[in-house]
């Protein structure tokens, strides 16, 4: 029973903090008291109708969808390139792959700031979106390349021996098979950009600030409790996503 | 040589074939390569230039990080931090794994969601939230007035409310390489132990928590890399009197437009992550960690 009720009292003190931002978002005071001494929907009108706020939002999705592109371009070819050739050097190329894991995010966050400035990058949507992009590469990479590497490549010679051609193969079999895998990567992908703190506050400026550089900068500097808002608005935005995520995977297990 | 000619002369379609081979995979892996060499490597180059020709041609920056009392003591301080949250995380993820791993049923899945909500919050959100639970308006302080304790120790901007913050936010990276390795572990191995008579607290000791090993050093050296360069919690929740690493960065590069210094600490920080994940390497193969 002492294992139970150790693990009992790591969830909680996984879950717990994070639940205080509900009812801090319906919260009156001006600043973090916690219990709140009222409730009112005030700060979610206003985070509902401030361009202050509503602009990171907008920057974050935009950025996030933009990184989520510019890597899977990149990632898709390469996971089948690495999965299913051999070639000298794959060491190396994996490592290169990797390095955007390796190196710690605000060594890369100094360096964008130093490379990008250079290249007049920095505080724009570009500049940000670049950066993310090449952060999200291992974590995108790891999904695709392991969903290629439990591919069934029998499917494929199948489908060309009763007369399709690669392409035809590539568009009604390999796609198909792998889409659920991609799908994962992609959301990865997106996810890891627009949680992604360190380089927004180093490179966003004025002109690319995101949620997380906005939360930050909102913290740092004035104690604007819109910030209980968008924490309640992001931990709904998880609850829900993964609460569907072990629904599916439940239903698909059952059905297997 | 004139055999090998021969050959291909006989046989052109077959070296036109290896040769088609040979290019497929950089044709794939070329644009991504070519992405991460120019807009990563090169970024990352530029910084160890930097540090050695910014504002001129020296190593003084490195001697500075290593014989000034502040810096040593950054360093030091990042580095001690780093493993006291990964030894915390460990103490507090290790039962929630077990559970996980060893649970069937709605238990697990439960703990496993958890995990993963945790997991998939934000740096910022999390950060926030304990910002609310240690501030001098929190429920903490609140405690302690409601108990008649008197004022509340200053939780928040100390190195506990920073230490305590890291902690939950790397508990789930722990909590998940743990449950991966354990999932692994085979229940009959227990059960055999139980049929020679081994109490569940020796079976445990001398089966599970050996097999469970490979996962307590994948978590460790997550938790403790990703805490070498932690930067927003630190700064949020701590004081500056105990810097990370991190935050001289930010702090040289904010406050005092000193790009070699700062990228001097920054190459010490990507040097010493280097070092612990090749010690690593060297002994399990990095392909584990992120498998």
Sequence with gaps: MLPVFLA???????????????????????????????????????????????EPTLNSFAIALGAMAFTMLLVVPAAFGYVRYRFRGKTLVNLLIMAPLIVPHVVSALAYYGFLGRAKLTGTLLGVMVAHGMLAVPVAFLVISATLKGFDQNLERAAMSSGAGPFRTFVHVTLPVLRPGMLVGALFAFLSSFNEAVVSIFIGGRGAVTLPKKMYESIRLESDPVIAVVSTLLVSAVVLGVLISTFLRRRSTHAA | MAGELNAAAVRPESLVGAARRNATPWLLLGPACLALVLLFVVPIGYVLLLSVTDPRLSLAHYERIFTVPVYTRVMVNTFVTSLIVTALCLVIGYPVAYVMA????????????????????????????????????????????????????QLLFSTFGSTLGMTHILLPYMILALYAAMRKIDANHLKAAASLGARPAAAFREVFLPLSLPGVVNGSLLVFVTCLGFFVTPVLLGTPRDMMISQLINQQIEELLAFGFASAVAVVLLIATCGVLAIYNHYAGLDRLWG
């Design chain 1, 8 to 54: 009992v009292l790591g969830a909680l003190f996984l879950l717990a903090p994070i639940l205080v931002v509900v009812p801090m978002s319906f919260s009156t005071a001006i600043s973090f008291a916690f219990p709140p001494p009222g409730y009112w929907l005030g700060y979610y009108a206003k985070y509902f109708t401030s361009e202050e706020w509503l």
């Design chain 2, 102 to 153: 060893r649970r069937a049923g709605w238990v697990s899945t439960l703990l496993l969601t958890i995990v993963a909500m945790s997991f998939w919050t934000g740096f910022l959100v999390r950060t926030y939230a304990w910002l609310v639970i240690l501030g001098s308006k929190g429920p903490v302080a609140g405690a302690y007035g409601a108990l008649g304790l008197g004022k509340a120790p």
